[in-house]
């Protein structure tokens, strides 16, 4: 489990493509400090097992799956990236219940700059829309934001400039695909409301 304040901006080294997987090796100084193989590392919100540590490096293996649904499967050697470690049991809980399990990627439609932020409008997937409210919590590239407005096909994030300087979510340009994850709360509410079981029968 993660909770979405990014550790650290990372750089892919190398990515290897195979069949219907790939192996991705980044460089992250702080994250590997103290990680092992078996660890698990958020990489632009991705929870992926590192495999091999070597100093400031690691290598994690990505399936077909991930590389389908996320935006990892179009990064290319130097590219940033947003990595977090799990969260420690006595970590403070600064963001959200973030998973690192990518539910689909979002475009960016604009970047409206303010004073000492910006206004970020995304496309909302319609697979989504159901889960996402304004000032509810969603993730993006691993990023714990807050919605600020919503419409049946998008939405939008404040960036403050701490976010938009420690992560890749400054240097993000229009048109860019960015990984989205929805609040887990809203999806296991919805499976409860939606599977609700028979009322048992009285017993004689």
């Known amino acids: 489990m993660f909770t979405g304040i990014v550790e650290e901006l990372g750089e892919i080294v190398a990515i290897q493509h195979g069949a219907e997987s790939a ?7 702080l994250v590997t400090s103290d ?5 698990s590392i958020a990489v632009n919100g991705v929870c992926l097992t590192v495999v091999e540590q070597d100093g400031p490096t690691f290598s994690v293996d990505v399936m077909a799956e991930t590389l389908n649904r996320s935006s990892l499967g179009s990064l290319r050697a130097g590219a940033p990236v947003n990595l977090e470690r799990a969260m420690a ?8 219940i973030v998973q ?16 000492r932020w910006e206004v970020v409008q995304l496309t909302l997937p319609p697979g989504l829309s159901r889960y996402v409210v304004e000032k509810g919590s969603i993730t993006i590239d691993g990023v714990s934001l807050t919605v600020s407005a919503i419409t049946d096909e998008t939405f939008s994030v404040s960036l403050i400039p701490t976010t938009l300087e420690l992560t890749t979510l400054g240097q993000k340009s229009v048109g860019d695909l960015v990984n989205l994850e929805v609040d887990v709360i809203a999806k296991y509410v919805e499976r409860l409301l939606t599977h609700a079981p028979a009322e048992a029968e009285p017993i004689a």
């Open 35 to 39: 990680a092992t193989p078996g660890a």
């Open 100 to 115: 690192g399990h990518v539910d689909g990627t979002a475009q960016i439609l604009t970047r409206l700059p303010g004073d």
């Open 23 to 29: 192996v991705v090796t980044v460089r992250g100084p």
């Open 89 to 96: 049991a006595s970590t403070r809980f600064g963001g959200h």
